[in-house]
Nanobody, 116 residues
Framework: QVQLVESGGGLVQAGGSLRLSCAAS?????IGWFRQAPGKEREGVSC?????YYIDSVKGRFTISKDNDNNVVYLQMDSLKPEDTGVYYC???????????????WGQGTQVTVSP
């Protein structure tokens, strides 16, 4: 099973930017980014396989990309809003899916906090 390590979270003011990284120990077909706010279910935010996918609330603000040579997936997050706050996880799968159940390996998560 591939090992995943996230980094890049932090505290930022609304309107600011962060770039999250997900380093994989080997090749992955698809990497998804999920987030979980306190008291809420984990939700899929973006995913990359042969295409890229975003939930409506982050379209135009977040960009997912992949460095194939180094097995790293990035999530560039711009124009951040307080509602983007949560623990962000990356996960691997055979193909992109909006369901948590579709992913087999998960990172430990990185906290993103957006202040008003």
């Amino acid at each position: 099973q591939v090992q995943l390590v996230e980094s890049g979270g932090g505290l930022v003011q609304a309107g600011g930017s962060l770039r999250l990284s997900c380093a994989a120990s080997g090749f992955t077909h698809a990497i998804g980014w999920f987030r979980q706010a306190p008291g809420k279910e984990r939700e899929g935010v973006s995913c990359i396989d042969v295409s890229t996918y975003y939930i409506d609330s982050v379209k135009g603000r977040f960009t997912i990309s992949k460095d194939n040579d180094n097995n790293v997936v990035y999530l560039q997050m711009d124009s951040l809003k307080p509602e983007d706050t949560g623990v962000y996880y990356c996960a691997s799968a055979r193909h992109c899916s909006g369901s948590v159940a579709g992913y087999d390996s998960w990172g430990q998560g990185t906290q993103v906090t957006v202040s008003p």
